[in-house]
């Protein structure tokens, strides 16, 4: 299983531009989740989804957008770029069930991808 | 909402001595999971153990051990006979259940294992 994987992993905007960063994960999880890594900050969540057709805000929703149309996908749009997203993204998934997943209820990250934005 | 703090931004010990990371949250909840996570340079967020609330026994894994008192919502690491590989960001992490089991983090914590 390759996990969960993310592209980019570099990315430079000019501020106003669109762009979405790729999420994929193998293990049949329900849920997957994007946060934001800022120095000092800790991880934030972003956007969470608990299953395909199904997604809510986090902490930090602003800026972003999700959807999620399979349970392998969960991209994460960013419509009109700003200086404040420049950051680390991490997506991750997780499964609820100990049949899906025999890490029962663990959370798996991405290797994240670092984006900045002049 | 959920908070988690660590209280300890930097941290250093000597190679082969015993440190312990501090963590303390607040929640309303009852059925949660506590997390400590490692982050090396390389960016790649690898969990290091977790404890389930329910449970009132203290989680190990290896080297690595926790204090969890639930009553006063606090979950300490503790890393014995520590190693260079050891160095990296720790960051304690809350997850509510169920509800696409959204982790909260601390800020983190920077160890630096002294050769």
């Known amino acids: 299983n390759a996990g969960v994987t993310q592209t980019p992993k570099f990315q430079v905007l000019k501020t106003g531009q669109s762009m979405t960063l790729q999420c994929a994960q193998d293990?049949?999880?329900?849920?997957m989740s994007w946060y934001r890594q800022d120095p000092g900050m800790g991880l934030r969540l972003i956007h969470y989804s608990v299953g395909a057709g199904i997604t809510d805000q986090g902490e930090v929703p602003n800026g972003y957008n999700v959807s999620r149309s399979t349970t392998e996908d969960f991209p994460l749009r960013l419509l009109s770029a700003a200086p404040s997203q420049t950051s680390v993204y991490f997506c991750?998934?997780?499964?609820?069930?100990?049949?899906?997943?025999?890490?029962?209820?663990?959370?798996?990250f991405g290797p994240g991808t670092r984006l900045t934005v002049l | 909402a959920q908070t988690v703090t660590q209280s300890q931004p930097e941290m250093s010990v000597q190679e082969a001595e015993t440190v312990t990371l501090s963590c303390t949250y607040d929640?309303?909840?009852?059925?949660?999971?506590l997390f400590w996570y490692k982050q090396p340079p390389s960016r790649q967020m690898i969990l290091v153990i977790r404890q389930e609330a329910y449970k009132q026994q203290n989680a190990t894994e290896n080297r690595f051990s926790v204090n969890f008192q639930k009553a006063a919502k606090s979950f300490s690491l503790k890393i014995s006979d520590s190693q260079l590989g050891d160095t990296a960001m720790y960051f304690c992490?809350?997850?509510?259940?169920?509800?696409?089991?959204?982790?909260?983090f601390g800020t983190g914590t920077s160890l630096t294992v002294i050769p």
């Open positions: 929640t309303s909840e009852s059925n949660y999971y």
């Open positions: 293990m049949n999880h329900e849920y």
């Open positions: 991750a998934s997780s499964s609820p069930s100990i049949q899906t997943s025999g890490a029962y209820n663990e959370q798996f």
């Open positions: 992490a809350f997850m509510k259940l169920y509800t696409g089991n959204q982790f909260y």
